[in-house]
């Protein structure tokens, strides 16, 4: 982590305007509905801050925390939620957020899961899509950013649990 060495990817600036462009895109296709937003734990967290304050439809929130076994950056499919939400989904317009959209597992499971509780709609707005790095076929209905591949961190993405605080979206250029 101490020599670790990146390289801005996206200025908290572009974030900016792209997180204020999904809140109007979202708030045009959910308008005059009431939005149950279920951000992913714990790196959606700082997304889905900036995101509800951008939206002009109401909104209410809980989170989930998924783990998946195996270690590090690498996820190896086995995929468990942690921390389920605390609120009754039948029926209403769930969107659920997320950092970033990888081997696409962590979502297929969650999307699954939460079908199964009869929401009335449910989507997902990643802030990120790493589109080549699919293990599963994962299509985010919201997408802020698309990259190829490569470890990113910063605005609530972390590396060992470090760098979420950072402001802006780095690239690790020495992994
Ligand atoms: P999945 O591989 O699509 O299941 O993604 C699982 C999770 O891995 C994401 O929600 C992120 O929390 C984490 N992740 C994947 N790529 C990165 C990255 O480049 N930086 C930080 N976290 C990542
Ligand atoms: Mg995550």
Do not use: H, W
Not at 20 to 25: C, S
Not at 77 to 87: F, H, L, N, R
């Amino acid at each position: 982590m101490e020599n670790m060495q990146k390289e801005i990817l996206y200025s908290r600036d572009q974030i900016d305007r792209r997180v204020m462009e999904l809140a109007e895109e979202i708030s045009r296709d959910y308008a005059g509905r009431e939005l149950v937003l279920v951000g992913v734990l714990k790196g959606a967290f700082v997304f889905m801050a900036d995101l509800i304050r951008r939206l002009k439809i109401p909104c209410i929130i809980d989170f989930a925390r998924l783990a998946s076994y195996g270690s590090g950056s690498v996820s190896s499919g086995q995929i468990v939620i942690t921390k389920d939400i605390e609120m009754e989904i039948r029926d209403r317009d769930v969107l659920i957020v997320e950092d970033i959209v990888d081997t696409g597992l962590t979502l297929s499971y969650l999307v699954r899961a939460f079908k199964e509780r009869g929401p009335r709609s449910l989507k997902v707005c990643a802030f990120l899509d790493k589109r080549l790095r699919r293990k599963v076929s994962f299509e985010a209905d919201y997408v802020g950013f698309t990259l190829d591949d490569g470890f990113v961190i910063g605005y609530g993405l972390d590396f060992n649990e470090k760098a979420r605080f950072f402001p802006d979206v780095y690239i690790v250029t020495n992994l």
